[in-house]
């Protein structure tokens, strides 16, 4: 993680998440392969052959653009950041995050001390890393009340990336079943059971579409149901490998824009300044993976602002429709080893297989 500040006595100041720098710290001789972080420059319409980028319909959810003031921030931030080394082309890695996951509803846990490995049990078997002091849940977050037995007592840190309904997704499972991920309403993200898993000192991120619909209802439907309070909201632009935007954030609402958005909340009860500091960060930005939905780590960021019990060492943190997985996390979802193929992996070392108990 690295904070950017214009001036050092300014309090504000944007946050530089490295992707794949974070989980390869987090996972030791394991390494996101470089290919999953190729975003290049987009090509003008001009080196484009002359043709137009095809406009997306636009709809009244959609979210609004941003100000002239808002990309002046962007772009000063994006002046403090390093410029890259100029890397080589790499050739396109097999998209193994397309195939077919099928592993039935289990949990597991590792505690070893380093990276176990898990096979799983069908035709066409696939290896999954699981890292040191991690536990998951491939289950359905929308029955989450079968596992708060398992889950209790409360976490410092909860991290939702929920399936909202979009239009890109349909398409995707129009076109291949295994590609799409099942979408959950408003109402039905509302009844998660969420209160039960915080405290007055939890802090709760969570992911978002630019779509204007799904922020109202996430701030006036979603955040009352589960009684938390609005402490900061910000965007995540996102970066190509040379450190700038993907695309202008200016234009017309055709256009998908370079940022997705983070609310980031607390318990209502929780005391009236809590997590005020959370305020102090503008924006963040990353290089994202080319897997669509593959957020980066926030713990290194909102790992200051948590307020941990006087003899606890580390955050105890909870995400929910997760991809992948993290030490001191327990991760729950669908396919909550979707990301940590092995084949997307460059491997040093062997390391052990683990035995996972089927839930």
Same mark, same amino acid.
């Given at each position: !993680?690295l904070?950017?500040?214009?001036?050092?006595?300014?309090?504000?100041?944007?946050?530089?998440l490295?992707?794949?720098?974070?989980?390869?710290? &987090?996972?030791?001789?394991?390494?996101?392969?470089?290919?999953?972080?190729?975003?290049?420059?987009?090509?003008?319409? $001009?080196?484009?052959?002359?043709?137009?980028?095809?406009?997306?319909?636009k709809n009244?959810?959609?979210?609004?653009t941003?100000?002239?003031?808002?990309?002046? !921030?962007?772009?000063?931030? +994006?002046?403090?950041?390093t410029?890259?080394n100029?890397?080589?082309?790499?050739?396109?890695?097999?998209?193994?995050?397309?195939d077919?996951?099928?592993?039935?509803?289990?949990?597991?846990a590792?505690?070893?001390?380093?990276?176990?490995?898990? $096979?799983? $049990?069908?035709?066409?078997?696939?290896?999954?890393?699981?890292?040191?002091?991690?536990?998951?849940?491939?289950?359905?977050?929308?029955?989450?009340?079968a596992?708060?037995?398992?889950l209790?007592?409360?976490?410092?840190?909860?991290?939702?990336?929920?399936?909202?309904?979009n239009?890109y997704?349909?398409?995707?499972?129009?076109?291949?079943?295994?590609?799409?991920?099942?979408?959950?309403?408003?109402?039905?993200l509302? +009844?998660?059971?969420?209160?039960?898993?915080?405290?007055?000192?939890?802090?709760?991120?969570?992911?978002?579409?630019?779509?204007?619909?799904?922020q109202? &209802?996430?701030? $006036?439907?979603?955040?009352?149901s589960?009684q938390?309070?609005?402490?900061h909201?910000?965007?995540?632009?996102?970066?190509?490998?040379?450190?700038?935007?993907? &695309?202008?954030?200016?234009?017309?609402l055709?256009?998908?824009?370079?940022?997705?958005?983070?609310?980031?909340?607390?318990?209502?009860? &929780?005391?009236?300044?809590?997590?005020k500091?959370?305020?102090?960060?503008?924006?963040?930005?990353s290089?994202?993976?080319?897997?669509?939905?593959?957020?980066?780590?926030?713990?290194?960021w909102?790992?200051?602002?948590?307020?941990l019990e006087?003899?606890?060492?580390?955050?105890?943190?909870?995400?929910?429709?997760?991809?992948?997985?993290q030490?001191?996390f327990?991760?729950?979802?669908?396919?909550?080893?979707?990301?940590?193929?092995?084949r997307?992996?460059?491997?040093?070392?062997?390391?052990?297989?683990?035995?996972?108990?089927?839930?």
């Amino acid at each position: !993680m690295l904070r950017l500040q214009s001036k050092t006595d300014d309090k504000q100041s944007a946050v530089f998440l490295n992707h794949r720098k974070l989980i390869n710290e &987090a996972y030791g001789e394991f390494q996101l392969k470089s290919e999953l972080f190729q975003f290049q420059a987009k090509k003008t319409p $001009q080196e484009n052959g002359g043709k137009q980028p095809k406009k997306r319909k636009k709809n009244a959810g959609d979210g609004g653009t941003s100000s002239s003031e808002d990309l002046h !921030m962007v772009n000063g931030y +994006l002046e403090l950041l390093t410029k890259p080394n100029a890397s080589a082309d790499t050739p396109p890695i097999a998209r193994h995050w397309e195939d077919a996951y099928i592993v039935p509803q289990l949990y597991g846990a590792n505690e070893s001390g380093r990276m176990q490995k898990f $096979q799983s $049990q069908d035709d066409a078997p696939s290896v999954y890393l699981i890292p040191n002091r991690c536990k998951f849940f491939n289950h359905n977050v929308d029955n989450l009340t079968a596992l708060l037995h398992q889950l209790l007592p409360a976490y410092d840190l909860i991290v939702l990336d929920p399936p909202w309904r979009n239009k890109y997704i349909r398409r995707l499972k129009r076109a291949k079943q295994e590609l799409g991920y099942s979408m959950l309403s408003n109402d039905q993200l509302s +009844l998660i059971s969420l209160s039960r898993l915080t405290h007055p000192r939890s802090i709760v991120a969570i992911w978002c579409t630019n779509s204007t619909q799904h922020q109202v &209802a996430l701030e $006036q439907q979603l955040l009352p149901s589960w009684q938390l309070r609005l402490v900061h909201k910000l965007r995540w632009y996102k970066l190509n490998t040379d450190h700038q935007l993907i &695309a202008p954030p200016l234009g017309d609402l055709t256009q998908k824009q370079p940022y997705e958005m983070l609310y980031v909340a607390c318990r209502s009860d &929780a005391r009236e300044d809590y997590g005020k500091d959370i305020l102090n960060t503008d924006l963040l930005l990353s290089v994202p993976s080319i897997v669509h939905s593959h957020k980066p780590p926030l713990l290194s960021w909102l790992r200051d602002y948590l307020q941990l019990e006087n003899d606890q060492k580390e955050p105890k943190c909870l995400e929910l429709f997760a991809r992948y997985l993290q030490p001191n996390f327990t991760s729950i979802g669908l396919e909550v080893l979707k990301l940590m193929d092995e084949r997307l992996y460059d491997v040093g070392q062997e390391g052990n297989h683990s035995k996972l108990e089927n839930t």
